[in-house]
């Protein structure tokens, strides 16, 4: 049993080659066909795309009515296990008060009083309201644990509705090692480390990550930062890094050389660091995070220089109680083709190809491939952008 898609305006592909040979270059890098159809198999597989007019007879079908069809949202960068309220440290923020990565103390503290079941319905509904902006896979990191039983259930949690799992012991130092930052160093990479792995490698977590910024006294630097990746390496996962967020620092120079799969924010970076950057092209991608520097009223990371640097740059939303309160995908791409000079093409191709690519996922459609796609009230993905702020994207189910 095979359902066809029909009435489909466009569909965007990821796949060039699948292309119907528009000349318009953003068309061509999405892959984009007009008047499109998709067949698509019960248990959810691709299996055939192309032009309407040559589609073949299937059991069902259905009729989008003249909608753009997409690859389901890939947020590479998220924080979704947390609790508590932090809604006034925003208002404060938009008055004048310094973000410095501080503020993380005050999710910790309501995170580890929440209940497993407190916090698996937070996630379900984040999860949730993510997929009606038409997001359909996600990373999710720990990290407001920070104690080891804490982050355990960090990571047990996120693993209920994603595998894309990222251990984020190293997400700030917390309090009670204040004092003494080392020891939280060799509890991150020992035994918190060992328990995480304890089942196989990737078991409870898919990736390692770090807050590496020297210009907060509540991150890491990039010794420590070291320190912690060459440990989650050695045991197995895969590596991600937080970098120059705050300012210049050597996040992102780290994360090229131990070829993590992403170094995300990038938004303070000198000439050797785009260098770096564009010389891991293929292997680590720049993920910007554009809902945080508007939610901390920061300037905006150069993705138009990136991209033209020839840098693989994705785009995520950095969901999280602090910074940046938006599980949309839909804003971020605003936000990067009004502020980042980013053409529309290359931000919907950042927020699925690439950041897909990060996850060590092929998002293109294609047959053989996950239908996960999304549809758009509108004949064009254009108006992703064009149309900010108005919920017209949502995950297609099927
Ligand atoms: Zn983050």
């Known amino acids: 049993m095979s359902l066809l898609l029909t009435g489909i305006a466009e569909l965007t592909t990821n796949d060039p080659a699948r292309g119907d040979g528009h000349a318009d270059p953003g068309d061509a890098l999405l892959g984009v066909i007009r008047d499109a159809a998709l067949v ?97 896979t996600v990373e999710i990191k720990s990290g407001y644990g920070l ?48 328990a995480v792995t304890a089942d196989g490698p990737t078991a409870l977590a898919e990736s390692i990550d770090v807050f590496c910024e020297p210009h907060s006294a509540h991150a890491f630097d990039g010794d420590e930062a070291r320190t912690i990746l060459e440990a989650g390496r050695a045991a197995g996962l895969a590596l991600r890094v937080h970098g120059n967020q705050l300012g210049p620092g050597p996040g992102v120079r780290l994360a090229c050389e131990l070829g993590a799969r992403s ?31 508007f939610s901390t009223r920061s300037p905006y990371p150069d993705g138009r220089a990136l991209i033209d640097a020839g840098v693989d740059v994705a785009l995520a939303s950095d969901c999280n109680p602090g910074t940046c309160y938006s599980s949309s995908i839909p804003f971020a791409i605003a936000l990067a083709v009004r502020e980042m000079g980013m053409t529309p093409a290359e931000a919907l191709h950042a927020a699925t190809a690439v950041s897909a690519r990060s996850l060590g996922l092929d998002r293109r459609i294609a047959p053989g491939q996950p239908a996960e796609l999304a549809v758009i009230d509108a004949p064009s993905h254009l108006h992703l952008a064009y149309r900010a702020g108005v919920p017209i994207v949502r995950a297609l189910d099927l």
């Open 40 to 136: 698509v198999s019960d248990d959810g597989v691709v299996e055939w795309v192309g032009a309407a007019d040559e589609a073949p007879d299937t059991d069902h079908r259905r009729d989008l009515g003249g909608r753009a069809v997409i690859p389901g949202f890939v947020d590479s960068h998220t924080h979704l296990v947390f609790a508590g309220d932090r809604s006034a440290e925003f208002a404060a923020r938009m008055t004048g008060t310094p973000y410095d990565g501080g503020g993380i103390a005050v999710s910790v503290a309501a995170t580890r009083a929440a209940s497993d079941d407190e916090l698996r319905a937070l996630v379900a509904a984040r999860v949730a309201e993510m997929r009606a902006q038409g997001t359909t």
């Open 263 to 293: 170094v995300d924010h990038c938004t303070f970076l000198d000439d050797a660091d785009v260098e770096a950057l564009a010389a891991a092209r293929g292997a680590t991608v720049a993920t910007l995070l554009p809902g945080v520097e």
């Open 147 to 194: 104690t080891l039983d804490d982050e355990l259930r960090s990571l047990r949690i996120a693993r209920e509705v994603t595998a894309h799992t990222t251990f984020l012991g190293a997400h700030v130092v917390p309090r009670e090692y204040a004092s003494d930052r080392a020891a939280y160093v060799d509890l991150v990479t020992g035994p918190m480390l060992d």
